[in-house]
């Protein structure tokens, strides 16, 4: 498992360079954060298997993952990483708890988060609103079920929402980077 994560973290790594690094000019803008750090940080900090339940990045680069507990799976903890430094685990508190079978069907295996895939969706995303210069407001992945309770339609969806000086708009992605949804305003 440890060769795995390893891989996994080389492939993030290298993968975020080569992606930033052929990107559009416009693309290239956002500060991403060190992911590959993040995880090591993380996976040092809690072990494997990470199991997450909700992925944001802000307009800063600053992360939020909330991954469910292995040793209480009832339980999801937010990890917070801002520029080299983590903070966590952060209780999180639900307003209705859903159960342990709940959420094992919401969590996401990292293992199958294609992290690299990241900036050519950023790109796909000012492509398809028509809005090049537009500045990330956040990048977010979760089931499509946000209360973490059995649904017939969830999926995890990467959700890039982006704001200019004149429109605003969102466009959703499947895990493999596949658009499912676009909406300007």
């Known amino acids: ?46 072990g494997a298997p990470v199991k997450v339940y909700k992925l944001e990045m802000d307009r800063d680069g600053k992360v939020d993952l909330w991954i469910q507990q292995q040793a209480h799976p009832d339980l999801v903890d937010s990890w917070e990483y801002d520029h080299g430094r983590i903070d966590g685990p952060i209780p999180v508190k639900f307003d209705h708890y859903p159960s342990v079978a709940a959420l094992d069907y919401h969590v996401i295996e990292l293992t199958m988060i294609d992290f690299p895939r990241l900036p050519a969706m950023l790109a796909t995303a000012r492509a398809k609103l028509g809005l090049p210069d537009a500045r ?19 999926t995890p969806i990467w959700t890039f929402a ?17 658009v499912l949804d676009v909406d300007k305003d």
């Open 1 to 46: 498992m440890a060769k795995t994560l390893a891989k996994i973290l080389l492939a993030l790594g290298v993968g975020l360079m080569v992606a930033g690094a052929g990107a559009e000019p416009a693309a290239a803008d956002y500060g991403w954060p060190n992911l590959a750090d993040f995880l090591q940080q993380l996976i040092g900090k809690v």
């Open 136 to 154: 990330v407001v956040y990048i977010k992945l979760e089931r499509g079920d946000s209360s973490g309770f059995f649904s017939v339609t969830d």
């Open 162 to 178: 982006l704001d200019g000086p004149r429109h605003d708009g969102r466009v959703e992605f499947d895990l493999k980077g596949r």
